[in-house]
């Protein structure tokens, strides 16, 4: 057996089948997941990719139920699916196999030979691509047409896209963000979580390296308290604050329930969205605070009508080239 970190996979005798394998378990980790926290383990056994959730990778403050555990999950299992598909095969998902084993969250099985569409080849190429792109996006609309097939991207996993347009509702939203963003600052243990992924100097292949670790929000932005810093040019970072320098397009994925199957679904919606963004040159990131903090959530909730349950907030917008954050190393033993 080879083991990578975060990926495990079963030798196989014939070289092509272990390159198309370890096609699919690299397509896996590149899913983004909060702080970059990976929390998974991707192995290839008998004859399917199966996604474990890695408990001890979950952010217990920010993520108390798993919550965004499943949808980094479900965006890995997404991103399997769609690289099963680039190879010309059919891909047999399974979600939740094993009731007795509640972090077993997926498998995806290759099936018969049955060429990819247009679309789902577009997707693919779209996976090693797509990374968060931080920088503030101009406030230049996404074309009508695009915006619909973003919704449709939520569409195809059971889910829904709503923009936010109503400029009520986009004030609320940000007040939300806001005030969900000073109560996780002003907790010790959100705190201390956060130290230990952003910034840590013994981290390498996961969390956010110590460039992204800047803590206090950028003043140009109510959209991103939770910036990082981020690794934009330092021509960028001198720029003035403008108080309106960032103006993106809002979005959020919801579902028809908030179970854990729920949670896999909105995460591969989340994902069909963002690689769809990225095949169309629209950079994207997460706004991830009001959603953490669950009286704040349910506001949120409440907001976008009180039916559907909001998963994700996404800033969309005419991106720039970003760096890739990096992923666990194949140790290749
Ligand atoms: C559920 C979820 C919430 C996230 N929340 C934030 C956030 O609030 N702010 C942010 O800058 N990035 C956020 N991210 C992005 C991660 O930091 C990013 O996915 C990770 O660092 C890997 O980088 P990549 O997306 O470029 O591959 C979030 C990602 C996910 C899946």
């Not at 996979?9 to 980790?29: F, H, K």
């Not at 926290?37 to 979950?58: F, I, K």
Request: net charge positive.
């Amino acid at each position: 057996m080879a083991a990578a970190g975060g990926i495990v996979t079963m030798r196989e005798d014939r070289a092509s089948g272990t390159t198309a394998v370890i096609e699919l378990l690299r397509a896996g980790a590149s899913a983004p997941s909060s702080h970059n926290s990976q929390p998974w383990r991707l192995q290839w056994h008998h004859d399917a990719v199966e996604v474990h959730g890695d408990p001890d990778r979950r952010l217990e403050v920010a993520d108390p139920d798993a919550r965004e555990l499943r949808l980094a999950c479900g965006a890995a299992l997404l991103n399997v699916r769609l690289a099963v598909r680039a190879q010309g095969r059919r891909a047999h998902t399974q979600l939740l196999p094993d009731p007795a084993d509640r972090w077993f969250l997926g498998r995806v099985r290759p099936g018969s030979v049955l060429p990819a569409s247009l679309w789902e080849s577009e997707l693919a190429t779209a996976i090693p691509r797509r990374h968060t792109d931080r920088h503030p996006f101009d406030g230049r609309p996404l074309p009508a047409a695009l915006r619909d097939q973003l919704a449709r991207a939520a569409g195809r996993e059971s889910c829904r896209l709503v923009f936010l347009t109503d400029a009520r509702q986009r004030r609320e939203l940000r007040e939300l963000t806001a005030r969900a963003h000073r109560q996780q600052r002003a907790d010790p243990a959100f705190v201390a979580e956060w130290e230990r992924w952003i910034g840590h100097p013994a981290r390498e292949d996961d969390g956010l390296p110590r460039e992204h670790a800047q803590r206090a929000p950028r003043a140009d932005s109510a959209w991103r308290p939770r910036d990082f810093g981020d690794a934009v040019a330092d021509t960028d970072r001198t720029a003035p604050p403008t108080g309106s320098g960032d103006d993106p397009t809002v979005a959020v994925v919801l579902s028809y329930d908030d179970g854990p199957l729920a949670h896999l679904r909105a995460g591969a919606a989340m994902q069909q969205v963002l690689l769809t963004a990225t095949a169309h040159g629209v950079g994207s990131s997460f706004v991830a605070p009001p959603l953490e903090v669950a009286a704040v959530r349910d506001e949120v909730r409440a907001l976008l009508g009180g039916v559907l349950w909001p998963q994700v907030v996404l800033r969309l917008g005419w991106g720039r080239p970003v760096h890739p954050t990096p992923r666990r190393r194949d140790t290749g033993a």
